[in-house]
Nanobody
Framework: QVQLVESGGGLVQAGGSLRLSCAASGRTLSRNAMGWFRQAPGKEREFVAANMWSGGTTYYADSVKGRFTISRDNAKTTLYLQMNSLKPEDTAVYYC???????????????WGQGTQVTVSS
């Protein structure tokens, strides 16, 4: 079992930056893929970024490529999402997810955090 707790969300102006953290407990993350997803009001949850445990390969949604960076610290069981050049359309609840078989789709993840709100004002 894995427990995930996100933090770091908040209100920021367009063009600003935020760093989200996801603290994991209950089991080592080293053999889990981990990802960030987001859900805006009235929309489905969508993929943002993922980090594979094997080889450390990362994937990004086209909408955030070049602006967001996913990283993890296995020793501290923490996942990060550095978000730069934020846009109003990035406003959403951001969720951390983990699973040994995780990829870029929500159904590939069995473990989810409770989410953290990110609001970008124009």
């Amino acid at each position: 079992q894995v427990q995930l707790v996100e933090s770091g969300g908040g209100l920021v102006q367009a063009g600003g930056s935020l760093r989200l953290s996801c603290a994991a407990s209950g089991r080592t993350l080293s053999r889990n893929a981990m990802g960030w997803f987001r859900q805006a009001p009235g929309k489905e949850r969508e993929f943002v970024a993922a980090n594979m445990w094997s080889g450390g390969t990362t994937y990004y949604a086209d909408s955030v490529k070049g602006r967001f960076t996913i990283s993890r610290d296995n020793a501290k069981t923490t996942l990060y999402l550095q978000m730069n050049s934020l846009k109003p359309e990035d406003t959403a609840v951001y969720y951390c997810a983990a699973d040994p078989s995780g990829g870029t789709r929500t159904y590939e993840y069995n473990y989810w955090g409770q989410g953290t709100q990110v609001t970008v004002s124009s």
